[in-house]
C-alpha cells in the first residue's frame, strides 16, 4: 500500500474500502466486461448488493442461505477457546462478538462459557457469504470453476484464501460500509514504519489466526489444543463439520462427505499392532486434507486428556450412583440450546417442551441426556426428539447425539490417565512396547491401551437403554463421533512427543502399503513432512518484510495462567528471515524488557532469552541476484531450494517464560536487537514477515 508521510500514525480503512481494495488489486490492468460492469465492486454499494452477472446474485440477501442446500448447489464453501486447566477456574472476559466476526487475533483463553459465542461463525449463520456467486467465483466453485465461466477476476491473478475469507466475513456481518475496528490491512505511515522499525512502536498482536499465517507463507500448520482455539478458530472449524455433514447422504461414494471417512475406519481400523500408529496417522491426514479443501486454516485439534482428569473425577462423584452418563468432556463438543434453536423449533414441538427447552438456555451439557433431564423432558418421543437433536447437532456440529461420557467412579480413579501416566510411557525405549506389537507378535501398546480406555469412556451407555453403547466404543461407528478425531490427534501428538525423545526407533515395517492409501509406513514418519506441528496455544506479531529491522517490540500478549503452569516448550519464533548482503548479525532476544538496546546487559538478566546469529556475506553476483527468490517454482522446475530461500528461527524461551512467570508474569512481550561485530546496532541485516510465541504441551 501507498506510504502516506504526511501523517505518523497507521491510517484505517473500513472493511468495505478494503474489499474494493482487493478486488481491483487481483483485477489489475485487465478490464473485461461483467455484463456492462467494468468492476461492478466499484458500483455504489446499493448496486453493489443488488447486481447479478449472468444471472448469478454477486452478493447473496440476507437469510437466504438454506446451508445444506446452498453448499450442495455451490459445489462446496469456504469457512468461514479456552486454555483452562479445569471448569473451576475463572473464566477470562469474552472477546467481543464484533471483534470475533472480523477475524480478530485476540485470545480468549477461558471462554467462551456463552455456547452462543462458542458457536463463533454459526451464530448467526455465516451462510450468507457462501452463497454469494462472488465469494463462489473468487474461489473457482459452480459455476465459476471453468464449466460455465472462468474464476474470478476475470484476466487477473487470484485472490488468497485469507483475502477471499475476509470478504466473506464482511458479507457475512451484513456488508457494513463502515466499521469502527481498525482492520488488520492498514495503510502504514513511512514514519509509522520506521518507529516500528527501530523498536519505538510496538508491533501488534495479529489479526491472523497462525494457520492463516501459515498457509499464506506455506510453512507447516498448527494443530492446537481444542481448548485453546480462538472464537475464530473453533467457529471454522464447526463449519467444516457441517458442511461435511451435508454430504452424508452420498457417504458411499463422495470423499466429501463426514460419514464417508467415518466409514473408512469401520472398514479398514488397525489395531492391536504396529500399524496401529503409523495407519491412524495417515487416517488424519487424509481427513484433515479433505477438511483444508474447505477452509484451509482448519486443522484437527487435539483432546489433551490429562488436563481433564480432576474435572472428570468431580463430575462422577457429583453424579454417582444415579447414572452412568457422568462424565465430561470438552466444552467445544458438548450440547446447548441457544436462541437459534429455539427460534427453530418455535411451533414445531409442544409449547410445554418448548419452553423447557427456554429454561436451559445457553447452558452447556455433556450429553443430550444431561440436557433433557435439565429441561425436565422424558427422553423417547422419537418424532420431538429427532427434531430437537437435529436442532442441538446444527448447533453444535461436534456434538454427537450418540455419547454418554462416564463410568463406574471406581474404574475412572483408576484409570483415567494422569500427567505421570503419560510421561512413563512417554520413557518407554521400545517402539512395540509403546505402540503396539510388530507383526510377528501381535499385542496392544502402551499408548493404546490408554486410547481404548478413552473410547470406553467417552462413548458411554445411553442412560435409557443400558444395551445402546454409544459411537466411541465401537470401531464401526467411532468415527461418526467428532470427538474420535481430537482423541486420536492426541495419540498422535503423544507418539509424536515419543519420535522426539528416541529418534530412529520405528516400527519395523516401513515398505508396507497403509490401506486403502498407497503411503508406506515410511510416508507417514515425520509430521512436518504431513504438514502439521502440535501446539498449545500461539500469538503472532507481523512485520513489514521490505522494512529493516534494528529493533523489535512487540505488543503484550496475556497468557492464560493454566498455560504458564502446564507446558512442555515455549518458544519465541523469527518466520522467513531473509539474506541479508550486509554480513551476518547477531540478535538478542528479551522477553519483558521494552527498552532492550545495544547496552542492555545479558549476564544475570532474568530477561534475556539467548542470542542468534545470522550468516550471510555481500552479494557476488548482478543486480538482482540476492534478492529473494520467488515462493514456488515453475512447473517442471526440478531444481533444489534456492540458497537464499527466507529461513526461520525457532529460540527456546522456556526457561526465561518461567523465571518471569514465578515473578508474578501473565503478559508476555518480545524485544530483538541487532547488533553487528562491533557490538553496535546494525541497519539493513535483518528482513523477516512475523515474529510469534507460541506454546507446547
Not at 446447548?336 to 418455535?346: M, Y
Not at 418448548?354 to 435439565?374: E, I, P
Not at 483408576?414 to 512413563?424: I, S
Not at 509424536?496 to 515395517?509: A, F, R, V, Y
Request: with cysteine.
Amino acid at each position: 500500500m501507498a506510504d502516506q508521510p504526511k501523517d505518523n500514525k497507521a491510517t484505517s480503512k473500513s472493511r468495505y474500502e478494503l474489499v474494493k481494495q482487493i478486488l481491483n488489486n487481483a483485477q489489475g490492468a485487465a478490464n473485461p466486461s461483467y455484463q456492462g460492469h467494468p468492476k461492478f465492486w466499484e458500483l455504489p454499494l446499493e448496486e453493489f448488493l443488488q447486481v447479478s452477472i449472468y444471472s448469478v446474485r454477486m452478493i447473496a440477501d440476507a437469510g437466504e442461505e438454506d446451508f445444506c442446500d446452498d453448499i450442495m448447489v455451490g459445489g462446496g464453501a469456504g469457512a468461514g477457546g479456552s486454555c483452562c486447566e479445569s471448569e473451576s477456574e475463572p473464566a477470562s472476559p469474552e472477546q467481543p462478538a464484533s471483534e470475533s466476526a472480523a477475524g480478530s487475533g485476540a485470545h480468549s483463553c477461558c471462554g467462551p462459557s456463552d455456547p452462543a459465542a462458542a458457536s463463533g461463525a454459526l451464530q448467526p449463520s455465516r451462510g450468507r457469504g457462501a452463497a454469494s456467486g462472488l465469494i463462489k467465483g473468487l474461489k473457482g466453485q459452480f459455476p465459476f470453476d471453468g464449466t460455465q465461466f472462468p474464476q474470478l477476476p476475470w484476466g487477473g491473478t487470484p485472490v488468497s484464501s485469507s483475502d477471499v475469507l475476509f470478504i466473506e466475513s464482511w458479507i457475512d456481518d451484513g456488508c457494513p460500509a463502515t466499521d469502527e475496528a481498525a482492520s488488520a490491512l492498514v495503510a502504514v505511515s513511512q514514519p509509522l514504519k520506521m518507529a516500528l522499525a527501530q523498536g519505538h512502536e510496538e508491533h501488534p498482536l495479529s489479526t491472523k489466526s497462525i494457520n492463516e499465517f501459515s498457509d499464506d507463507a506455506g510453512k507447516v500448520k498448527a494443530r492446537k489444543n481444542i481448548e485453546c482455539l480462538t472464537p475464530e478458530e473453533l467457529a471454522r472449524f464447526r463449519r467444516v463439520i457441517k458442511i461435511m455433514r451435508c454430504y452424508d447422504t452420498y457417504h458411499q461414494y463422495d470423499q466429501r462427505s463426514f460419514r464417508y471417512w467415518a466409514d473408512i475406519h469401520a472398514n479398514n481400523c488397525q489395531h492391536g499392532w504396529e500399524q496401529f500408529l503409523t495407519w491412524h496417522r495417515a487416517y488424519l491426514y487424509y481427513f484433515e486434507q479433505q477438511m483444508q479443501d474447505i477452509d484451509p486454516t482448519v486443522t484437527l485439534p487435539y483432546w489433551d486428556w490429562p488436563m481433564y482428569r480432576d474435572d472428570v473425577l468431580k463430575s462422577i462423584a457429583k453424579l454417582q450412583p444415579a447414572s452412568v452418563d457422568n462424565g465430561t468432556v470438552p466444552r467445544a463438543y458438548r450440547c446447548f440450546v441457544d436462541q437459534s434453536v429455539l427460534d427453530s423449533l418455535k411451533g414445531k414441538i409442544p409449547d410445554d417442551y418448548w419452553n423447557s427447552l427456554q429454561k436451559v438456555k445457553d447452558q452447556t451439557f455433556d450429553s443430550g441426556n444431561r440436557l433433557y433431564t435439565a429441561a425436565n423432558i422424558t427422553y423417547g418421543d422419537e418424532t420431538w426428539d429427532d427434531l430437537i437433536m437435529g436442532e442441538l447437532a446444527r448447533a453444535n456440529p461436534l456434538w454427537d447425539r450418540y455419547r454418554w461420557p462416564g463410568m463406574a467412579a471406581g474404574l475412572a480413579t483408576d484409570l483415567y490417565p494422569t500427567p505421570e501416566d503419560v510421561q512413563r510411557i512417554l520413557q518407554i525405549p521400545s517402539f512395540f512396547t509403546f505402540g503396539s506389537g510388530p507383526g510377528s507378535n501381535h499385542f496392544f501398546g502402551a499408548v493404546e491401551n490408554i486410547h481404548n480406555f478413552i473410547h470406553t469412556y467417552s462413548g458411554g451407555n445411553n442412560p435409557v437403554d443400558q444395551n445402546q453403547t454409544g459411537d466411541m466404543q465401537s470401531a464401526g461407528t467411532t468415527g461418526r463421533d467428532p470427538i474420535f478425531w481430537a482423541h486420536h490427534s492426541n495419540v498422535d501428538r503423544v507418539w509424536s512427543e515419543w519420535q522426539k525423545l528416541h529418534p530412529g526407533t520405528d516400527p519395523d515395517d516401513p515398505t508396507d502399503i497403509l490401506a486403502p492409501w498407497t503411503n508406506s509406513v515410511a510416508d507417514v514418519l515425520t509430521i512436518s513432512d504431513l504438514g502439521y506441528e502440535y501446539m498449545k496455544s500461539s500469538y503472532l506479531f507481523e512485520t513489514d518484510n521490505k522494512v529493516p529491522i534494528t529493533r523489535f517490540k512487540s505488543a503484550s500478549a496475556t497468557v492464560h495462567p493454566a498455560v504458564l503452569a502446564r507446558h512442555s516448550r515455549a518458544e519465541i519464533r523469527l518466520h522467513k528471515v531473509q539474506y541479508s548482503t550486509t554480513g551476518g548479525a547477531f540478535i538478542r532476544v528479551f522477553l519483558n524488557q521494552p527498552d532492550a538496546n545495544a547496552d542492555t546487559p545479558t549476564k544475570g538478566n532474568d530477561n534475556f532469552v539467548t542470542s542468534v546469529v545470522t550468516f550471510s556475506g555481500e552479494c557476488i553476483g548482478g543486480p538482482g541476484h540476492c534478492d529473494v527468490p520467488p515462493e514456488s517454482k515453475r512447473k517442471y522446475d526440478m531444481r533444489p531450494r534456492h540458497r537464499k530461500t527466507p529461513g526461520n528461527f525457532r529460540i527456546d524461551a522456556t526457561e526465561t517464560i518461567s523465571k518471569l512467570s514465578l515473578q508474578g508474569a501473565t503478559d508476555f512481550q518480545v524485544n530483538l536487537v541487532v547488533l553487528g561485530v562491533d557490538g553496535k546496532p546494525k541497519p539493513n541485516a535483518l528482513w523477516m514477515d512475523a515474529v510469534s510465541l507460541i506454546f507446547k504441551d
